[in-house]
DNA sequence: TATGAATGAGCCTTCATTCAT
DNA sequence: TATGAATGAAGGCTCATTCAT
């Protein structure tokens, strides 16, 4: 897959392969334990090209997440059909959103597992991406909310952590569906839809679980 | 808090603050990143020491984990009364488990994002430890279903996804709360109570979500 | 002699200025106490360098080990003229043989005393280089019982046993010679085949030493 | 074999013990190579009670090589009767040399290999050692010629180098039967003897070898 | 556009050695 | 007599990064 070794290549294209070769490496190894070296040979494609390109080992695995947290986030976007039903569009959203990270599990792991343990110039990349979709998913909370009643009867403080519980509750999924292979895209969309969606359906009924007086 | 750094000590107090350093370093830093010289340097103690006691900085990891793993199941199992009803169980957990990661950022670091992410002999620790607080959870919604109904509506495999996806809304919300600091364990147990617990009402009840037909 | 220390060599050359340096440091500290950073310094070339292109102190050491194996095997048979009677065989051997070891002490030191007392890894390549030696001596030594009679009276036993103490000895030869300066190559080799061929002729004569009845 | 582990002994036992654990593991691993450590541990002792009595590494090396040496002369010259014909002498010196050798394969390995590969302060001793046994043979060579006519025809020099040869390979003898299984002590001592002794009474009649004019 | 040659800096690990009891 | 606790110093190895072509 991608083009043949050979060549003179244009520079777009050569930082492509640069770049699918640092998710490969950067995915299985992990930031640190990732070398240019590596990444370079992978790419084949000497190490000072790399430099040329790229300017080094931050710029490259930044340059990564910015790559892999957009093409996460489109797939997600591009699998929803804004205007339905808040619940089809979750539904489309998870749906895509499992098959993605399914399909490309070194860049889930880039962006799930290394971006955010590896220090601040790369935690905040992430945090961009995930409020964008935690963002996404509060609008449809609160979207179904209007959607059963005529005003929304969660606070918005709430509605962020469910969101938030939503969105962590979808990543455990993703991984434990990669690792435990056995498990669709299509499976873990509805487990989490069946979840997320009665229990979201009970709170704003008014229906919500109150703790013990003590 | 903790002995005095004074010299000369017994070799188990020893280790504990070298644990304590070095929880503290893999947790900031990443295990890579963490270097032995800071994490003795940490642990008021010459590099020499850390490895007479501790072997190898892999040996060191793994003792971390496995010290901080055994500390965050007996948190959440300690804080649990058996023979509860299982709402009041879960919710009890929940406490326990927020209020542990909140009192102890570095090690929610160890077991969850630095552990996870640096290869087979560390993930398969947390591996076990996450199975058994899964098997647990796994416990408590069967026991719900049984206390709900006389059988259980429940197929195994559709548990287990729950009890996954339970658990890592968990592990988010802990990390968001943890960064996020204005979230208390106990509005963040309260959050994902309200979020798991109605829906599994209503799965239990047979309410669940359908997908639509295309 | 050799090039300049000067920058930018094609990989070929530097490789033998590190053996160069490599040879003299193992030869005088020895194995384990030679330090790569003095390998390298007396190479003209930084630490990374030498274990891109050697690898290893290990690598490096057994890279010395058969270069100056061959140099020296090279020496002696390039010294003799195969076809001659066996004792001018013998004598234009020993000579080119103490020539060599008197030309490059650190080389023989390496083979001599170093590859010798280090372990296995080293101690099997010169064992090689060895038996190729005696291999040749026995040779000659059944030449020479060939041309003397029409048929060999040493067992061939005792030949083994006739050739490892010629060797030996020639081993010692080398290292006195070197050490109490004075003794030319000539001068070892002419004691040598001394002491060795009027032996070994009064032997295949039938003239033999016999032990004491008790 | 040696006393028991147990604590409190004389300390003459005490450094007898360490020195056993030194020269094995000087023998079996190198001088450099040998961990304080591990003579501890298999002297059966604590660390500081070795610097105690042997005060560094150094020092212990040298302990042994002198204990050594002392036991090999002393074992050779035990084998030899003073007075008897020089031929007997040396058969008598030989099987005592090569019996020694044979039985304590550690002490060998750390005269001849390590001691003299390890730099001044012990190659030092060892000369000590060897010269004193290259004039025992000397005196028998030249007693020999004294007994074979009534003036020595060998000039010093020549009987020095031949002396030299004749030890040279005795040690190179003593390695091949180590190593070799299978040769006893008998037989090396009587292919050296046959090897040498004929030569010499050879060179002592006056028929030495001569080389070639060119 | 592309690369062979080269290095400063740092990290894990080990070892001989000593202190305090 | 004997040892548990502790360290300064150094060595092997790797890595991100650059120079010169």
């Given at each position: ?16 392969q640069m770049?699918?070769a ?73 749906r ?42 509060t ?76």
């Open positions: 897959m991608g083009a043949v070794k050979g060549k003179r290549m244009p520079r777009a294209v050569r930082e492509q770049m699918d640092a998710v490969r490496v950067f995915g299985q190894r992990g930031y640190r334990a990732a070398s240019m070296d590596e990444i370079a040979e992978l790419a084949g494609v000497s190490k000072p090209l790399v430099y040329l390109y790229l300017n080094s080992k931050e710029e490259l695995f930044t340059a990564c997440i910015r790559r892999e947290a957009a093409a996460l986030v489109d797939a997600v976007r591009g699998g929803v059909t804004p205007g339905e039903p808040a619940d089809r569009q979750l539904w489309a959203g998870l895509a959103f499992f098959t993605h990270t399914a399909e490309r599990p070194d860049a889930w792991a880039v962006l799930h597992s290394q971006a955010r343990t590896h220090g601040e110039p790369f935690a905040a990349e992430i945090a961009v991406m995930r409020e964008e979709i935690v963002a996404f998913v609008l449809l909370i609160a979207e179904a909310a209007r959607e059963a009643h005529d005003n929304p009867l969660l606070p918005e403080q709430d509605v962020a952590g469910l969101a938030e519980a939503l969105v962590g509750a979808a990543e455990a999924l993703a991984v434990w569906a990669n690792a435990a292979s056995g498990v669709t895209a299509k499976e873990a969309a509805a487990t989490l839809m069946n979840f997320a969606w009665s229990g979201l359906g009970n709170l704003m009924d008014g229906k919500s679980w109150s703790p013990p007086s003590r």
